[in-house]
């Protein structure tokens, strides 16, 4: 009989041992992962195992996530599982279905809803998870093929290539290990990004601080003329892929410097250099979104657009729709 198992119970190995094998892994669903999450003080960790005649069957890593002040905080209350539980590929429907109803159970009350952020495919338990209450959203993601420096050259289209290549010529370098002020320096970038035009919550520096001491993470920053002007920041699971978690630049600092191009070349060189044979651009909007101008932008570089979608329960549909106007207000200021 299938049991779900507390965090504390999950041996590292086995748990590591799953994350190897599985087909749906992502790097944030291993235990460094869950570990990191639950270090910082504005998120709380969650984390369960489900396990069947001893085998561990599959673990699902997210964290609580509040912004702003009483009220807000009260309104915007969500549980994220970033790319998806980690999954056993044998693992059955009875089992995982356990694991759903117990996240369900324990998150009820904390959470407004629990949204599944799949960074694979998870389409053959799509029916596991509805009858669980977790309803599918499409939603598309960029893979970019990094398993070599020619394979990378190869689908870098024509005006990528220049933009790179005038940008080192005059002056632009890359930070491969920036000191902490630099990562300051890039987190106003990218703060003043968030505030004024994408218009989400971001994460305060805490987040950046402690990933910096990651021995995943990797941050690769844009220098010109002594000053950060963009970066972006990676986590890597070893034989798996690198994940790009914020990307930013200040284009226009030069008319021959372009900061976001090389950045992101810079994530997908050093993926290449350093055996991760996927580049995970972290998600690129929905279907619907027609004029989705970060989706464009990270195309260039020679990705392929893939739909995992993402499987979303809510917990309290009254507060649910509260929030989803709050957000549209907010976006419209």
């Not at 041992?17 to 990191?36: H, I, P």
């Not at 920041?233 to 284009?251: S, T």
């Not at 651009?281 to 932008?297: E, I, L, S």
């Not at 729709?321 to 419209?332: A, C, E, P, T």
Request: one cysteine or more; proline letters at 3%; a positive charge.
């Amino acid at each position: 009989m299938p049991k779900v198992i507390a965090v504390e119970e999950v041996n590292s190995r086995v748990w590591d041992a799953l994350a190897k094998a599985s087909s749906v892994t992502s790097w944030f669903q291993t235990r460094e992962a869950y570990d990191f999450f639950g270090g910082l003080s504005f998120l709380e960790a969650f984390a369960f195992g489900v396990e069947d005649e001893g085998a561990l069957k599959g673990v699902v890593v997210g964290y609580i996530q509040k912004d702003g002040g009483r009220l807000k905080r009260f309104f915007s209350r969500r549980a994220i599982i970033l790319g998806g539980p980690l999954l056993a590929d044998e693992i059955s429907d009875e089992e995982l279905v356990l694991l759903l109803k117990t996240l369900k159970k324990q998150l009820k009350h904390k959470a407004i809803y629990i949204e599944s952020r799949n960074f694979n495919n998870y389409g053959r338990w799509r029916l596991a998870f509805e009858q669980c209450g977790f309803a599918y959203e499409p939603h598309y993601d960029i893979w970019v093929d990094t398993s070599s420096a020619d394979v990378v050259n190869v689908n870098l289209g024509k005006s990528r290539k220049r933009d790179i290549r005038v940008s080192l010529r005059d002056g632009a370098t890359v930070v491969v290990r920036p000191t902490m002020e630099q990562v300051k320096e890039y987190y106003a970038i990218l703060s003043n990004l968030y505030r004024n035009k994408v218009k989400t919550p971001l994460f305060p520096l805490e987040f950046f601080e402690k990933l910096y001491d990651l021995p995943s993470s990797m941050f690769l920053l844009v220098e010109y003329g002594g000053k950060i002007v963009g970066g972006t920041v990676c986590v890597g699971l070893n034989g798996k892929a690198l994940y790009e978690m914020y990307a930013c630049g200040l284009d226009g600092v030069n008319k021959n410097i372009f900061p976001s191009e090389l950045a992101t070349f810079a994530g997908l060189q050093f993926a290449s250099d350093h055996g991760f044979p996927r580049f995970d651009m972290m998600g690129a909007g929905r279907p619907d979104d027609g004029g989705y101008g970060v989706r464009d932008f990270k195309l260039k570089f020679g990705g392929e657009l893939v739909e995992f979608g993402r499987y979303i329960h809510v917990c309290n549909r009254l507060l649910f729709g509260v929030g989803k106007m709050g957000v549209k207000l907010m976006k419209k200021l």
